[in-house]
């Protein structure tokens, strides 16, 4: 019930924490004959993790770690792995290179960016139910996150492309998100679904609704204190400080921040968006 949890870094160790009475325990501490680990996630009852691990190579003495083996000869990869959490013990491998893995709520499938794109496994078995590849074969896009819906219905996925895609559990595409202008490095569901919230290379969040794959806000970071929400209307809000450095364009016309404030500035914005205040 969110007392343990597993950390993972650049040589391929994994440790498994317990937090309890105000403290934190290490339980156990393995390693994997990788590098760098980028992809933890527990079973729904936590008695399995799911692991994903890089596949290039990279030697640790870039990151001032001492490197006492061997680089391979390619970087082919690793499968995903399905170990138990509690002595380390492989259950289940799915695909050949992956290094991003989630499993679904109820445990039942494990999807993976199998050979950069998309692959749906059979959890007990490891079969592969589905894979969705790029047209003529190419590398590109490729796929750097994954979530499954709450209700496990459904897969989201982003894109090298700038875009969010989702799928149900056959494999065809449901809707496309689109809005970002990078890479997506990071997605979610809301608990109930209704929400999905993705984070980019464009250094923005982007909050869209599912039923209709519509766009609610975007969400910016102006350094370590300030903060900026935008609608797609055009509406805002945003910190004290962020104020400072904000300004409309219309074409190359820059317009100054206080002809157009009150029109357009909406305190409170994001819990509106949310349906959390009127």
Not at 101 to 120: C, W
Not at 197 to 203: F, K, L, Q
Not at 231 to 254: K, Q, R, T, V, W
Request: charged share 20%; proline share 4%.
């Amino acid at each position: 019930g969110g007392k343990h949890f597993l950390i993972s870094n650049y040589t391929g160790g994994i440790q498994f924490w317990e937090q309890g009475g105000g403290k934190m325990g290490l339980i156990w501490e393995n390693q994997l004959d990788s590098n760098r680990v980028t992809s933890l996630d527990f079973s729904p009852k936590g008695e399995y993790f799911l692991v994903a691990r890089d596949r290039d190579w990279v030697p640790h003495n870039l990151y001032g770690i001492a490197e006492d083996r061997e680089q391979p000869y390619s970087n082919k990869g690793f499968p995903a792995e399905l170990r138990r959490t509690d002595n380390f013990e492989l259950v289940k491998a799915f695909g050949s290179s992956a290094d991003q893995a989630v499993m679904s709520p109820d445990g039942k499938y494990v999807a993976t960016n199998e050979a950069y794109t998309l692959s749906l496994y059979n959890s007990q078995t490891g079969q592969e139910l589905f894979h969705v590849g790029n047209p003529n074969g190419d590398l590109f896009p490729t796929v750097t996150c994954l979530a499954f819906a709450p209700n496990g219905q459904s897969i989201v996925v982003g894109l090298t492309s700038n875009v969010l895609r989702q799928y149900n559990l056959q494999g065809k595409l449901m809707k496309e998100y689109k809005g970002h202008k990078s890479t997506i490095r990071s997605v979610a569901f809301a608990p109930d679904g209704s929400l999905l919230i993705s984070g980019s290379s464009d250094n923005t969040a982007k909050i869209w609704n599912t039923s209709t794959g519509v766009e609610l806000a975007t969400l910016m970071a102006l350094g370590t204190e300030d903060w900026l929400v935008i609608a797609p209307n055009g509406l805002f809000d945003a910190s004290a400080g962020a104020m400072d450095h904000l300004y409309f364009a219309a074409g190359l016309e820059i317009i100054a921040m206080d002809q157009l404030k009150e029109r357009y500035y909406e305190p409170g914005l994001l819990s509106k968006v949310l349906g959390l205040s009127k």
